[in-house]
């Protein structure tokens, strides 16, 4: 065993390999130099009634940065995802100007370099998210890009996708997409059902989400390549990509906290607090959603962590930007919410994204010697209140606030420093 | 009642009430001198970020008669156009010190965001009609309207026809003729109706011929020029020949059925210019009692306990 700097004592250590009660010891390099009882180290941690797992991966945060600096920046948002217990997290590439050529690539991995997580850019897979011609992938795969999405929007043109798609399969990466058919789907503000009807605001139908899962799934069977759907929302969504992948087509899909959480009667206040793209849907489709996680046909949950400053959701309903924050609440309302064991819970928060970012080499993996020391302390059993007040993000459209949740990080350690230490973060 | 903001937060009592001193107030406009001093001292600020002529109208000179001070924010010449938001304008109008925020907005929803945002002072908020949400003072004179001539609501069956789907004029209308116990009849071309009806108190047909001679009132919704042009309706033409009340379709009411239309009115598209003037219709009554009606609201909201109605 290498010379441990720090050990995490008196936990259980819950990876993919299973759960035994260990202290983990880590050395100089941030790597993991021993796992088991009794392990001594020039500095201490406690984790007594604790889990100390992978750290978290999500596969799906805006950090606003460059463009937007006054909503979220590289720094205060990775700060929010290591009190969430995040150590990697992909950026989406609608900033501005859209992360879709090697220079913004390489400003994203310069300010994440600095911050509190991983923070690894997604491109662009078509130049500006325009949807009208590729970006250059090649050039950004280079620089280790690995997932490709114009999320905020979807490619709407299908040929234009399709060939996305067959490029796609000579550079190994994955393109995400954000499915919302824009003809269907525009002047909409919130799902279309009963509660738009009611209240007077345009309707998104599910269909608009479907449509382009169903063209997607097609396309992916047609290319061979590999396409991970973002935030599904709708029942039928999350059917047909169960009904793709027992055909054996290499989709993967995630889902919000708040998609498992929140209905579309939430607006009946009009409160642009919960607008979100997609919108939050029927009481059926949240079952739905859960259902997806609990078998297996969503692989991740994902936060599409979409931090606004304040005065632009003090606006009338249909003119405020959708979105809400979620990097520090998505672990709480995984174990609070979904009833399922926490190595589920952690399955959808840690290895299988990481798997799906391409990231899996550095995080998710079991906790070993040899690898870094991108670990997660939990203690399962915490309640806490959700106070938007408190959160690191720099907005706080936090449709949470006051609820309950038991489960929370307790420290975060980014290759073996303690970024997060008893819910504080370090820097 | 803080605030008027939707006939959905109303029951029949304040309903009920809202009549009677909308009687009270129809006798103070027949005076030589329509005008009492009830809210004097008070001020009611017109908040109105959409075009409007009648419902601005109405609601100032309703404040007027009752001795109100109005204050008319223009959106077209205010700070709006300098990039001031919503809640900056509100909490501006708020520091002023008025008493009561008349508020129409494209947007559904403003009005309550807006009691939200002055819940903590004891400014009162009234929708004047937001998106395609609500326009509950509309719903309340046309209900007037309707018992002055058929006596009560109770039992009528009432046919709404046109574009309900973008209509704040039919969401507010459903739920007051039902909740006063009415029957209503939804008649529109699919696409001009709502994705979804669940939990809405009413019938439909797509057929106006078929239900004119049923009913004790028709209530003609505006036809816009731009859903023909979002492929709501093939043309204003076919929409007329199918859904407008022409003079042969008007023969087909009952006697002494009523038609209703909160204007502005399409002459020759969903209404028939000799139909509009025709005996049956109150299309003006509900103009003059449209004054009366925002009167009985405004000295609901703002008048203190036990205030005088008619004290002259």
């Not at chain 1, 009009?270 to 046909?297: C, H, I, M, Q």
Request: hydrophobic residues 45%.
């Amino acid at each position: 065993m290498g010379k441990a700097v720090l050990v995490i004592k008196g936990g259980e250590v819950l990876d993919e390999t299973g759960r035994r009660r260990a202290d983990v010891a880590i050395g100089a390099e941030g790597d993991v130099v021993g796992v088991g009882a009794d392990l001594d180290g020039n500095r201490v941690i406690d984790a007594g009634g604790c889990l100390v797992t992978p750290g978290l991966v999500d596969l799906h945060t805006h950090l606003r940065q460059p463009g937007r600096e006054e909503a979220e920046t590289v720094e205060s948002g990775s700060r929010a995802a290591a009190l969430g217990g995040y150590t990697a997290v992909v950026a989406m590439p609608n900033t501005e100007p859209a992360i879709d050529c090697a220079s913004v690539v390489r400003e994203v991995i310069e300010l994440g370099a600095k911050a509190l997580c991983d923070v690894t850019p997604a491109g662009a897979i078509t130049r500006g998210r325009a949807g009208v011609e590729l970006a250059p992938m090649a050039e950004m795969a280079a620089l280790g890009v690995h997932l490709f999405t114009d999320d905020g929007a979807g490619v709407q043109d299908a040929r234009l996708m399709r060939r996305a798609m067959e490029y796609a399969t000579s550079l190994g990466v994955t393109l995400g997409q954000h499915c919302e058919d824009e003809s269907l789907a525009a002047g909409g503000h919130m799902h279309e059902g009963e509660w738009s009807s009611r209240l007077g605001i345009p309707g998104i139908p599910a269909l608009a989400e479907e449509l382009m899962v169903w063209r997607d799934i097609a396309l992916s069977r047609l290319t061979g390549a590999p396409v991970h759907f973002l935030h599904l929302s709708t029942a039928g969504s999350i059917e047909l990509v169960r009904a793709a992948k027992a055909e054996g087509l290499a989709v993967t899909a995630e889902a919000t906290p708040h998609h498992f959480t929140l209905t579309h009667a939430e607006v009946v206040g009009y409160d642009p607090l919960f607008k979100v793209n997609p919108p939050l849907r029927s009481v059926e489709d949240v079952v739905a959603v859960k259902a997806g996680l609990a078998d297996g046909t969503i692989d991740a949950i994902a936060t599409d962590h979409a931090p606004h400053a304040q005065e632009t959701k003090e606006a009338p309903f249909d003119e405020a930007p959708p979105g809400m924050v979620g990097l520090e609440t998505a672990l709480a309302l995984a174990t609070t919410e979904l009833g399922l064991p926490v190595e589920a819970v952690l399955t959808l928060l840690s290895w299988r994204p990481a798997r799906i970012a391409g990231l899996a080499a550095e995080h998710g993996g079991p906790v070993a010697v040899g690898r870094p020391a991108n670990l997660c302390v939990i203690d399962p059993t915490a309640t806490w209140v959700v106070d938007p007040a408190t959160s690191a993000s720099r907005s706080r459209n936090n449709p949470f606030a006051g609820r309950t949740l038991t489960g929370r990080v307790r420290h975060t350690m980014l290759r073996g420093e303690p970024v997060v230490l008893d819910g504080e973060a370090q820097r | 009642m803080r605030h008027l903001l939707s006939i959905a937060d109303l029951d029949v009592d304040v309903i009920e009430q809202v009549m009677t001193l909308t009687d009270s107030f129809v006798e103070v406009g027949e005076r030589r001198i329509p005008k009492v001093p009830t809210l004097r001292g008070r001020t009611v600020v017109s908040l109105f970020y959409e075009e409007s002529t009648r419902t601005r109208l109405s609601f100032e000179t309703a404040a007027k008669r009752l001795s109100a001070d109005v204050m008319t924010f223009s959106v077209g010449s205010s700070s709006v156009k300098k990039g001031e938001s919503l809640r900056d304008t509100v909490q501006t109008i708020e520091a002023m010190g008025v008493d009561a925020i008349v508020v129409r907005h494209g947007s559904a929803g403003v009005p309550r965001q807006v009691a939200n945002w002055v819940e903590a002072g004891g400014v009162r908020v009234i929708n004047a009609g937001d998106g395609a949400h609500e326009h509950p003072t509309q719903a309340l004179l046309d209900c007037y309207t309707l018992r002055e001539r058929l006596g009560s609501l109770r039992g009528m069956r009432i046919a709404i026809v046109g574009d309900v789907k973008h209509s704040r004029v039919a969401r507010s209308n459903i739920a007051a003729f039902t909740v006063l116990g009415a029957h209503v009849t939804l008649v529109a071309p699919p696409t001009l109706l709502p994705e979804s009806l669940v939990g809405w108190p009413v019938e439909v047909s797509h057929d106006l011929d078929a239900e004119l001679p049923k009913v004790d009132a028709v209530y003609l919704l505006r036809m816009q020029q731009e859903r023909q042009t979002e492929a709501l309706v093939p043309s204003l033409r076919e929409y007329t020949a199918c859904y407008g009340l022409t003079a042969r379709r008007a023969e087909l009411m009952a006697d002494g059925a009523v038609i209703l239309h909160p204007g502005p009115m399409n002459r020759g598209v969903e209404i028939a210019a000799e139909v509009a003037e025709c005996p049956s219709s109150v299309i003006t009554r509900q103009v003059a009692n449209g004054v009366a009606v925002r009167m009985a609201v405004l000295f609901l909201l703002l008048a203190a306990e036990g205030g005088d109605v008619a004290d002259e």
